[in-house]
T-cell receptor
Framework: EAGVAQSPRYKIIEKRQSVAFWCNPI?????LYWYQQILGQGPKLLIQ????????DSQLPKDRFSAERLKGVDSTLKIQPAKLEDSAVYLC???????????FGPGTRLTVT | RKEVEQDPGPFNVPEGATVAFNCTYS??????FFWYRQDCRKEPKLLMS???SGNEDGRFTAQLNRASQYISLLIRDSKLSDSATYLC??????????FGKGTTLSVSS
């Protein structure tokens, strides 16, 4: 079974630039999550989707971050404009439903200079 | 108070040692508890769920004390391949996972 796919794996941008990350969850998984993991910390939820609807985006910095899951499958996370403190690994995870085990993708490592 | 707090690391132990990690959580409404393992520059992967009755998986034993809001992980007969960061994770139904900062284990020969 294919796992959660993410791209790109690495991205380096300058502050104030824009960046987008893509996630393809495991087939059939209704719930999709984006987490931010800063070095030395555990992952922190940014946004949770159930199919194409947002369940929780309370920790998403909405002035610069946006995410969508238009057809209830793939998702994109965008940062515009980026700040130095956005340097982190952005992890996508998916689960069958909101109670199911979450499977993580390999992450996108973002460096903002 | 942080939602999930773990022992500060790193833990440096020789092969064959027994090592224990502790974790406390602040929200008494938490319903599910897990230990995840994260290798360097890799994604977190579920190691085991934690139940009130305690559960064991080979060399790994997890315990939950709901009254004290305390979770533990015991690793017996440590192997070099156990070197990783261990994340304590708490879950309420319908919400995302809440992760601790993680405790780093380094097993040496």
């Amino acid at each position: 079974e294919a796992g959660v796919a993410q791209s790109p794996r690495y991205k380096i941008i300058e502050k104030r630039q824009s960046v987008a990350f893509w996630c393809n969850p495991i087939s059939g998984h209704a719930t999709l999550y984006w987490y931010q993991q800063i070095l030395g910390q555990g992952p922190k939820l940014l946004i949770q989707f159930q199919n194409n609807g947002v369940v929780d985006d309370s920790q998403l910095p909405k002035d610069r971050f946006s995410a969508e899951r238009l057809k209830g499958v793939d998702s994109t996370l965008k940062i515009q404009p980026a700040k130095l403190e956005d340097s982190a690994v952005y992890l996508c995870a998916s689960s069958l439903d909101r109670r199911g085990e979450q499977y993580f993708g390999p992450g996108t490592r973002l460096t903002v200079t | 108070r942080k939602e999930v707090e773990q022992d500060p690391g790193p833990f440096n132990v020789p092969e064959g040692a027994t090592v224990a990690f502790n974790c406390t959580y602040s929200n008494s409404a938490s319903q599910s508890f897990f230990w995840y393992r994260q290798d360097c520059r890799k994604e977190p992967k579920l190691l085991m769920s934690v139940y009130s009755s305690g559960n064991e998986d080979g060399r790994f034993t997890a315990q939950l004390n709901r009254a004290s809001q305390y979770i533990s992980l015991l690793i017996r007969d440590s192997k070099l391949s156990d070197s990783a960061t261990y994340l304590c994770v708490v879950h309420q139904a319908g919400t995302a996972l809440i992760f601790g900062k993680g405790t780093t284990l380094s097993v040496s020969s």
